[in-house]
């Protein structure tokens, strides 16, 4: 039987569920309990059941614990797009369209826990880089067994400079300290729907700078082969979180500022916010 739609959040107090409206604080206090369930969905429908009410929590952690996060990449004609502008003058642009049209996805490294940086909070721009841009991207939590049970919102975090220098800079161009935000909780739910939603706001000053909005019907692969391709030859004791694959990359002229605010909302999901640092 399928189970209501329910979100997990970490807190500082331990993990909280919200199933209709009624929050519940949970016996357990890591999410690796839920990520090494077999059938996560009916062992929340129980722990929920069991959990005691409580009140709406006012910090949010980020929904992680010892998951790895793993990328795809190009999965969007526009992303695709975007990486060969960005490589046009070194040379790099025949890869991005062999990825698109290949059978094996781009997947590579995103962050572990310490990297990812809670809702509300700031990320933080690499150093080296001139041109940077969030990447607003569906994320799968996939448990133990490779079975993809919920979602969450991502921000892959990019420094489309590096990435654009040398196909071979892209570890360095995705990955650094306060690189990714995953939030605010993680819906364990039926699948979304190929109409889904996902928009990119970007505030300067408090004026919007950039709004772009695609949705999951845009995406060239589905969700089960990205998960897939992921788990061929490889396993995660503790399952995982993937990202999928940017829709929308703001113009080339821009590059994100010291104290913009990045909201990011994925319908059915809720609304991912954190500041640059
Ligand atoms: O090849 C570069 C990374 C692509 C990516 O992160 C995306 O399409 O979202
Ligand atoms: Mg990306």
């Not at 189970?3 to 357990?28: F, I, K, M, N, W």
Request: hydrophobic letters at 35%; one cysteine or more.
């Amino acid at each position: 039987m399928p189970h209501p739609s329910t979100t997990l959040y970490r807190t500082p107090a331990g993990v909280v569920a919200l199933r209709d409206d009624e929050y519940r604080q949970l016996a357990t206090s890591s999410f690796d309990e839920i990520f090494t369930q077999e059938k996560p969905a009916d062992w929340l429908y129980s722990a929920f059941m069991n959990g005691s009410k409580c009140a709406e929590p006012r910090v949010l952690l980020a929904p992680i614990d010892s998951q790895e996060v793993w990328a795809a990449g190009v999965t969007y004609l526009r992303s695709r797009d975007a990486r060969k502008e960005e490589s046009q003058d070194t040379g790099g642009g025949q890869f991005y369209d062999r990825v698109y049209d290949a059978e094996r996805p781009e997947i590579f490294f995103k962050a572990t826990k310490h990297r990812v940086i809670a809702p509300s909070n700031p990320m933080r721009l690499r150093s080296d880089a001139s041109w940077n841009v969030p990447e607003p991207e569906l994320t799968l939590a996939i448990n133990r067994f490779g079975s993809i049970f919920g979602y969450t919102i991502g921000n892959d975090l990019s420094s489309r400079d590096i990435e654009g220098e040398n196909p071979l800079y892209l570890p360095q161009a995705k990955v650094w300290s306060d690189c990714c935000a995953l939030g605010p909780g993680l819906v364990v739910r039926d699948p979304l729907p190929r109409s889904t939603a996902i928009s990119l706001s970007i505030t300067r000053s408090g004026a919007e700078a950039f709004r772009g909005e695609t949705s999951l019907d845009q995406m060239k692969r589905t969700l089960e082969e990205l998960a897939a391709w992921l788990w061929r030859d490889n396993c995660f004791p503790a399952g995982t979180y993937m990202m999928t694959g940017t829709g929308t990359v703001p113009p080339n002229e821009f590059t994100l500022h010291s104290g913009d605010v990045i909201s990011i909302s994925i319908e059915g999901l809720g609304t991912l916010t954190n500041s640059i640092a």
